[in-house]
């Protein structure tokens, strides 16, 4: 059957998904792909992922705000405390060290509102093209059935592939993994950045000598900490391997 140009598998299509074919056809007249009921399914899987997205945008930013007034709370406390504490040779670091996590957090938690910002937008602006376009892509990269797959799996595969036509540049950078989780050596880097900064600007001064060794030995831990989580990777894929 031809829809406006459209062609329409409608052998057994439901009462929803014919109003979905008339919707299509007003709004794309000249797609030119192949419509199944399997993919109207999977488009209105939309409106369920919608709400998770904004939940996890309302809760990362939560998460921001408690972190951000985490560290004015910390410099108010060591404003607060007594000459002599201050005196004492490693209060500066202690006070940098728990500086530097709390900055990899609030790192972490900007790069993940970025993401699902990016797969809420990605569903606010979706085409039945880009999910055909999607399916293309799944049924050259993976060996597995599109039709198989259930709906809002279709809406991951989707969304993702849009964040990653749309994120080149943090792909490229290798902020992101396949999963578009951050990958772990953007919290190293996170915790140098707030720590110099804390213990410099605010809780140690300008010491350059203890400062310098203090950074070599905390590049030495957090270097050995991010091979660690590759040694813990590579483990992970050999065993996958093995079981399959």
Known sequence: MSVKGTLVKVADLSEDNREGIRWLSATEPDCGVTIVEEDFRAMRSFKEMLPFYGLQLQSHASVLVGLVLLV??????????????????????????????????????????????????????????????????????????????????????????????NAKMWIWLKVFDRTLHVRAWIFGVAFE???????????????????????????LVVANGLALLWDIKLVRQRLKRHAA
């Open 72 to 165: 004015f709370a910390i410099v108010q406390a060591w404003a607060s405390l007594p000459q002599e504490v201050k005196s004492l040779p490693y209060h500066g670091l202690v006070f940098s060290v728990v500086a530097g996590m709390i900055g990899a957090g609030i790192v972490f938690v900007v790069l993940r509102l970025y993401v699902y910002g990016k797969l809420a937008s990605a569903l606010m602006y979706a085409t039945y093209d880009g999910l055909h376009e999607s399916k293309s892509s799944y049924a050259v990269d993976s060996p597995g059935s599109w039709e198989l797959l259930p709906d809002l799996t279709k809406v991951n595969i989707y969304t993702q592939r849009i964040f990653e036509r």
């Open 193 to 219: 950045i707030w720590f110099l900064l804390s213990y410099g600007l605010i809780f140690g001064g300008v010491d350059l000598s203890g400062l310098g060794q203090y950074a070599m030995w905390s590049i």
